[in-house]
């Protein structure tokens, strides 16, 4: 009697339903820090010349994906699931600082970690920026 030999072709449509799956689910969560992020103090808040700082830094890191203004509309975004975020909105800006620190340090697909590529204080000096794009 000879056996079906099924599992390998299930294992391969399991693996590929989970990755599916898991990604697609992934770009329909909202993205939250946690509540800890929140206690994460800015040193360098309402420093002028950090903002001016992180908008040199924002021009070159940032824009390709969020945008000249931030909101979320750059020319790699646009092929992005899920889309970048408006960094203008009320939703975006009514964050603690330490929470936009938090993500911008741990990252979440498709947007990278930037801990260990920019330095602590650069990452201050672009939320500091990132503040002056309010609408």
């Known amino acids: 009697m000879k056996k079906k030999r099924i599992f390998p072709g299930m294992t391969i449509v399991m693996v590929v339903s989970f990755l599916f799956l ?6 329909q969560e909202k993205w939250v820090a946690p ?6 103090v800015n040193p ?16 070159v890191l940032c824009v390709v994906c969020h945008g000249a203004k931030g909101k979320g509309d750059g020319v790699a975004g646009a092929g992005l699931t899920p889309k970048p975020t408006n960094l203008t909105s009320a939703e ?21 970690s930037y801990e260990t590529s920019i330095p602590e204080n650069k990452r201050w000096e672009i939320i500091n920026y ?6």
Do not use: C, E
Request: proline share 2%; hydrophobic share 40%.
């Open 22 to 27: 898991g990604f697609n689910s992934h770009s």
């Open 35 to 40: 509540l800890s992020a929140d206690k994460i």
């Open 44 to 59: 360098l808040k309402g420093d002028v010349n950090a903002a001016a700082n992180g908008q040199k830094l924002y021009k």
């Open 92 to 112: 975006f800006q009514s964050q603690s600082d330490g929470a936009i620190f938090w993500k911008i340090q741990t990252g979440r697909a498709p947007m990278a």
């Open 130 to 135: 990132i503040r002056t794009l309010k609408k």
